[in-house]
């Protein structure tokens, strides 16, 4: 079992940036692969980024290739998506997902085993 907790979201203008994290609980994150996931009013949940628990692998949903960026720090249990160049399109909650079974989390939300509570992001234009 982990507990994932976001942080870092807010509004922010066109263009700006932000950066979300992700703390984990328990010893054994660090071999978790995690991701991010974002839900927009009245859209379904959409996969916006993973990483293998190395961090040697990501990847990303093509809309925001060249703009988010996908981290992690093993040692303090935390995962980070860093966003930059920011469009209103952005604008949703995202969640943090792990799951400890698969070099990545799977692209589907179906398919993730653990769940953050989420956090705002909002883009004004």
């Known amino acids: 079992q982990v507990q994932l907790v976001e942080s870092g979201g807010g509004l922010v203008q066109a263009g700006g940036s932000l950066r979300l994290s992700c703390a984990a609980s328990?010893?054994?994150?660090?071999?978790?692969?995690a991701g991010w996931f974002r839900q927009a009013p009245g859209k379904e949940r959409e996969f916006v980024a993973a990483i293998s628990w190395s961090g040697r692998i990501t990847n990303y949903v093509d809309s925001v290739k060249g703009r988010f960026t996908i981290s992690r720090d093993n040692a303090k249990n935390t995962v980070y998506l860093q966003m930059n160049s920011l469009k209103p399109e952005d604008s949703a909650i995202y969640y943090c997902?792990?799951?400890?079974?698969?070099?990545?989390?799977?692209?589907?939300?179906?398919?993730?085993?653990?769940w953050g509570q989420g956090t705002q992001v909002t883009v004004s234009s």
């Open positions: 997902a792990a799951d400890a079974h698969r070099v990545l989390i799977p692209t589907s939300a179906a398919g993730v085993a653990w």
């Open positions: 328990g010893r054994t994150f660090s071999s978790y692969a």
